[in-house]
């Protein structure tokens, strides 16, 4: 398999799985491609499941480095791309559980850094409020859904759920994400909508 | 929407649009909401959320974040040392099964932990109300009756009989290992089958009682059994308390308690010691005099009260109920006579013989091809074993929380709340991220 990558003109047309096979037997240029792929998606996912862009930067390093560390373990029985959104899902899953710990015992709360654009706030402010609304689990097949372009199995396996659970709670998370956005835009004139994506 | 016109269902449409549909169903699919006003709004309200969503942009990827990331790829490519993980984000930990199982076999261990000392605490209060008498006997201030040269060091006795509950002080000498006994002092040679003579008690002779502890490792048992049987025979000894045990892979060992005529103690003791090496000898004695005296004295008083109601009895007349309660005092004094009379001669007789509890240990040789027990007895053997310490251990388990079970319900009472409270935040803190 790793034949398949060793000539770095078939590194960006093999396949995610062929490229982690290289990688735990050495080849880096093999993992460069696999971080080209995912990294703004990898960043994207932490970046909309907090408001903090730090912390999503150190989730996503903390992410890779994972992969990295459990490159040599690594054994192509799933998608990589399922195996990458799982230690994902396991690492925010952790921080949400330090971050509410240290909010419980501490009393410490995360720091929002405000988004240098005023445009991307409205626009994110305004979607990430909507989806915040959204029943906790539903949310997340939502948004892996939406943005991470899982499929329904990938999602059951990732939250580890039935098929046709994965499939009413996408349903419903949309329906409810509808109204909600429904009911939000007499409130955000689409007018001010329309000007501030247009400066995005 | 009516269920009958429309054969498909809402969800369906949404799994259609995300492609997620066989060919077949989604060909069906397909030609209904060509057909369908509201299967057609229901598309394109799922088109416009998606759309919606669509817009939620995320900022590029930091050219800092990408040069870390690379270079612990460089470094893992280089097998350089990455760093540990941090233990609360380390991607295969930290699920709520592994905290169970954690938790769960934490908790287990203590409960065995529990169980264990509870077992061990509760066979042993016998052995440490033994070594606290030892140990308040080794207390006491010692008084040396045992002529010059007894003294060679001190040392808390091992075993001693429980002396100190009387008040009147007690000796305690114990001679270390391999220390020579100097001659103990001689109980009156008057004494006779165990009554003291008038002699002994006229002459303000002290009336020691003594006790004496010896532990002796022999090699060969059987004939230091029989040693010690013609010993005690020829020094009209007897055993007071006698028991042997013959453990498997072990030596065999005795422990007895033996009664010698206070004169032939010391040469008892030397035909004991040479039974085998001396491991362990100690010597006490308690001086009764003053408690004989006293005993004596008041015996006297009873008797000559008891002679005096009775003459009473026999020469005054009365009342029928002072005639009763003269013969109830006369009973009540008979009842302290015959106390006391078995007081003095239970004193006389420690002091007339001596108490020797005597420890022999045998030296163990392990055989070359022991007597192996049968494979089905061993099998027997092991779930008997097994059955038993299962028993103990669920015993232990039921005794701790029958002794501890309130005070663990009330520290349970006490922070059921205010856990209660945090669990809440967490929870709470947990659902806002």
């Known amino acids: 398999m790793s034949d398949a990558v060793g000539n770095p003109d078939k590194v960006s047309s093999a396949t995610d799985e062929q490229l982690m096979v290289a990688f735990a037997r050495g080849s880096t240029e093999a993992f460069s491609e696999l971080f080209a792929r995912y990294k703004q998606p990898v960043f994207g ?45 396991k690492i925010l899953r952790a921080h949400r559980r330090k971050t509410a710990f240290r909010a419980t015992f501490l009393g410490a709360k995360d720091k929002v850094r405000e988004p240098a654009s005023p445009s991307t706030a409205d626009t994110e402010l305004f979607l990430r409020q909507a989806v915040a609304k959204l029943e906790r689990v539903d949310r997340e097949i939502l948004l892996l859904r939406e943005f991470e372009q899982l499929s329904y199995a990938e999602i059951a396996e990732l939250l580890r759920l039935p098929i046709n659970t994965v499939r009413s709670r996408l349903f419903r998370a949309r329906m409810a994400l509808r109204d909600l956005l429904t009911a939000r835009v007499p409130k955000l004139t689409a007018g001010e909508l329309t000007q501030s994506e247009e400066s995005v | 929407m009516n269920i009958a016109a429309h054969p498909v269902a809402p969800e369906e449409i949404m799994v259609f649009l995300d492609g997620e549909l066989s060919a077949a169903e989604a060909q069906a699919v397909s030609a209904h909401i060509e057909g369908c006003a509201d299967c057609a709004k229901i598309v394109e309200q799922s088109r416009s959320t998606s759309q919606a969503l669509a817009r939620w942009n995320v900022e590029a990827i930091p050219v800092k974040l990408e040069k ?19 233990l609360f984000i380390r991607s295969s930990f930290w699920n709520w099964k592994q905290w169970a199982v954690a938790g769960g076999g934490a908790v287990a261990t203590l409960l ?13 209060p016998q052995a440490t109300m033994d070594e606290r008498v030892a140990h308040d006997g080794a207390q006491q201030s010692v008084r040396d009756n045992l002529g010059a040269g ?60 003594r006790t004496v502890s010896l532990s002796i490792v022999v090699k060969d048992f059987t004939a230091s059994r029989s040693l010690l049987d013609s010993v005690l025979a020829r020094h009209h000894g007897y055993f007071a308390q006698l028991n042997i045990n013959t453990p498997e892979n072990a030596g065999r060992s005795l422990q007895a308690s033996l009664r010698i005529p ?97 420890q022999l240990t045998e030296e163990y040789r392990a055989q070359l091809n022991p007597p192996a027990a049968s494979v089905s007895t061993r099998i027997y053997n092991a779930f008997v074993k097994g059955y038993h310490d299962a028993s103990e251990t669920v015993l232990g388990i039921v005794l701790f929380f029958a002794e501890n079970g309130p005070t663990l319900l009330t520290w349970v009472a006490i922070l059921a709340l205010p856990a209660i409270l945090v669990w809440r935040r967490y929870r709470k803190a947990l659902a806002t991220l």
């Open chain 2, 112 to 124: 065995c932990v529990i169980a264990i000392s509870v077992s061990t605490l509760q066979r042993s």
């Open chain 2, 150 to 209: 007894t003294i060679g060091k001190l040392e808390v006795p091992r075993k001693l009989t429980n002396t100190d509950k009387h008040s009147i002080p007690s000796m305690g000498v114990q001679l270390t290992r391999g220390y020579s006994n100097a001659p103990a002092p001689q109980a009156s040679p008057s004494v006779i089958n165990g009554q003291p003579t008038t002699d002994q008690l006229s002459n303000n002779a002290p009336m020691i009682a």
């Open chain 2, 262 to 358: 206070a004169p032939e103690l010391s040469s008892a003791l030397a035909d004991l010691r040479n039974l085998g090496r001396v491991d362990n000898e100690s010597q006490s004695g308690e001086e009764v005099t003053q408690q004989h005296t006293d005993l004596l004295a008041r015996l006297k008083t009873s008797r000559e009260t008891e002679e005096r109601f009775r003459a009473i009895l026999a020469q005054r007349t009365g009342k029928l109920a002072d005639v009763l309660q003269v013969e109830e005092e006369i009973a009540r004094v008979r009842g302290d006579i015959e106390r006391m009379e078995a007081e003095q001669k239970d004193l006389e007789h420690r002091v007339n013989f001596a108490t020797v509890e005597l």
């Open chain 2, 68 to 86: 870390s990331i690379a270079d612990s790829m460089t470094k893992a490519g280089s097998r350089l040392d990455l760093g540990k993980p941090n």
């Open chain 1, 45 to 89: 996912f932490f970046r909309r499941r907090l408001a903090d862009p730090e912390q999503a930067e150190e989730l996503t390093q903390e992410t890779f480095l994972a992969i990295l560390r459990a490159s040599s373990r690594y054994e192509p029985r799933a998608l990589f791309r399922t195996y990458l959104y799982a230690i994902g899902l």
